[in-house]
């Protein structure tokens, strides 16, 4: 599925794009990014602008899955590719969905990828009205967890050898979740103090 129009965040900082051809060599070089794979091993070490364009031109006909470019925005500048987020598994009968998000490892600790997050739950919660989004992350990636647990999202469990190491053995994922009500009560206003403060 894809939106005409971008998304964008509280401040103004990030903006949330409809991927283009424009950026398949930028998706590209992030997806098969040595810290991209160290936590998603089973993507290839290499991948070409012209894979990342059939995956998005396939993704943009798929009803259960909504992809963004992230950009920075910076005053006097051209906006930034900074990364790609996500909603995928989209299920209209259970108002659930799951989330990814990858960022450039330059970007890291800008705060984008906060307000990435944040203007992509609120659409799913408060747009598309869904009740529950779900992230499976690697159990060793301890910045993803560090910054899903100082949030509020609840981490439900370890799924045991869930995905290939690719060592020819298989990685331990964890799964966190947010519910509706978890997202007004404590999420939200969690992200949007931080985001207050990075921008102060």
């Keep these: 599925m894809i939106l005409t129009e971008p998304l964008a965040s509280i401040s103004g900082r990030v903006l949330l794009v409809p991927p283009s051809e424009s950026d398949d060599a930028l998706f590209a070089a992030l997806r098969c990014h040595p810290e991209t794979r160290r936590y998603i091993p089973s993507i290839p070490q290499h991948y070409t602008p012209e894979?990342?364009?059939?995956?998005r031109l396939a993704f943009e006909a798929d009803k259960a899955r909504l992809n963004f470019s992230i950009y920075a925005v910076t005053p006097g500048s051209q906006p930034?590719?900074?990364?790609?987020?996500?909603?995928?598994?989209?299920?209209?009968?259970?108002?659930?969905?799951?989330?990814?998000?990858?960022?450039?490892?330059?970007?890291?600790?800008?705060?984008?990828?906060?307000?990435?997050?944040?203007?992509?739950?609120?659409?799913?919660?408060?747009?598309?009205?869904?009740?529950?989004?779900?992230y499976h992350t690697a159990a060793h990636n301890?910045?993803?967890?560090?910054?899903?647990?100082?949030?509020?999202a609840t981490l439900e469990g370890t799924l045991r050898d869930n995905r290939p190491d690719g060592k020819g053995g298989y990685q331990d994922d964890c799964l966190y979740s947010i519910l509706e009500h978890e997202w007004i009560q404590t999420v939200k206003p969690k992200m949007e103090e931080q985001i207050r403060r990075v921008i102060c």
């Design 51 to 55: 894979e990342a364009r059939e995956r």
């Design 80 to 134: 930034k590719y900074v990364g790609a987020v996500g909603i995928f598994n989209i299920d209209e009968a259970s108002k659930s969905c799951e989330m990814g998000i990858s960022i450039w490892p330059d970007s890291y600790r800008a705060g984008f990828a906060t307000e990435a997050m944040h203007t992509l739950l609120t659409h799913a919660f408060e747009e598309r009205r869904l009740h529950r989004v779900v």
């Design 142 to 152: 301890v910045r993803m967890r560090g910054w899903l647990e100082r949030f509020g």
